[in-house]
């Protein structure tokens, strides 16, 4: 452990039994990065009877953060955080039901869980249950419904369900649902959602549901990029590749395809795939040369789709 940043007194007020401490002690640590350390403290103060203390410890089972990945301890702990009534957790054992992880697969248990939670105002909770109803998983399927959820959990700033909320209001025909629904993607876009990033920079992109603009969807493609999104990656490839809204330039985009096909990206792999063909039908080394030549001043890549 690494006391220097901890208030005097808080570790031997942990060592001597004080819950509080112990649970600070958890918190501080994992924030810290220092999830073994945290997974000990969290362990001690979970035992005297914290529930908070309880959901967390489940929560680093659930991820093998600071201890190793066991579903069944997840399932534990957080059986004993619901006990206590702890709304996160009882949300949280839902994950578990849809999941199979612990218990064999059951979407109509997963939500029973989930609207108990969800009624209490949980967001994450909200969420996962409209995302059921939006795919009648376990209940029936209800697009209304679900909106109604998507919502609830998206006033609550759940980055998650601003875009579900904005995707379901951009994918229907009602035009004028439109404008709301892209700047819920914008709230999840400007929260770091890296889906919403790229729905939003593909939406500017296109111009199909809001007022094209290649400038500002560029922004958005590359934040989405930078966070690794594949789809992303060869879009914003794409649009160094022809010049939307920016000059061409064939370096940048050898660059996002490569990043996406290094994730399997099939479409990025056969963009390379044709670059390379028409780098080397110029003499040009593909490994080590990021420009064409150009054609009465314009880039020979220009000439030719992809």
Do not use: C
């Not at 089972?61 to 206590?84: I, L, S």
């Not at 109509?108 to 967001?123: F, H, I, S, T």
């Amino acid at each position: 452990m690494h006391p220097g940043n901890i208030p005097p007194g808080i570790l031997d007020l942990a060592q001597a039994g004080d819950m509080v401490a112990q649970e600070w002690l958890g918190d501080h640590l994992r924030n810290q990065g220092e999830h073994e350390q945290a997974a000990h403290w969290y362990e001690k103060a979970a035992v005297q009877g914290s529930a908070s203390a309880q959901y967390n410890l489940g929560w680093m089972h659930y991820h093998g953060r600071g201890v190793a990945q066991d579903h069944v301890r997840t399932m534990h702990w957080w059986k004993k955080a619901a006990e206590q009534n702890m709304v996160r957790a009882i949300g949280s054992i839902g994950i578990l039901f849809e999941d199979g992880r612990v218990v064999p697969r059951n979407p109509g248990e997963a939500a029973r869980w989930y609207r108990v939670a969800a009624d209490q105002g949980d967001a994450p909770s909200n969420w996962f249950l409209g995302r059921l109803y939006q795919q009648g998983l376990g209940v029936p399927r209800d697009r209304t419904r679900a909106l109604q959820l998507f919502r609830r959990a998206a006033e609550q700033s759940h980055r998650s369900a601003q875009y579900s909320l904005g995707l379901s209001l951009l994918a229907g025909h009602a035009r004028e649902r439109w404008p709301e629904g892209l700047e819920w993607i914008r709230s999840a876009a400007q929260a770091g959602h890296d889906a919403a990033q790229y729905m939003l920079g593909l939406t500017l992109l296109r111009g199909r549901r809001a007022p094209r603009n290649p400038r500002e969807a560029l922004h958005w493609l590359t934040q989405a990029a930078e966070q690794g999104h594949a789809q992303a990656q060869y879009e914003l490839g794409k649009v160094y590749w022809r010049g939307v809204g920016v000059l061409p330039d064939v370096g940048r985009a050898k660059h996002w395809w490569k990043l996406a096909g290094a994730q399997r990206h099939v479409p990025a792999r056969e963009a390379l795939q044709r670059l390379r063909r028409q780098m080397d039908g110029h003499g040009l080394d593909f490994e080590h040369t990021d420009f064409v030549p150009t054609v009465v001043g314009r880039p020979a890549g220009r000439r030719r789709r992809v």
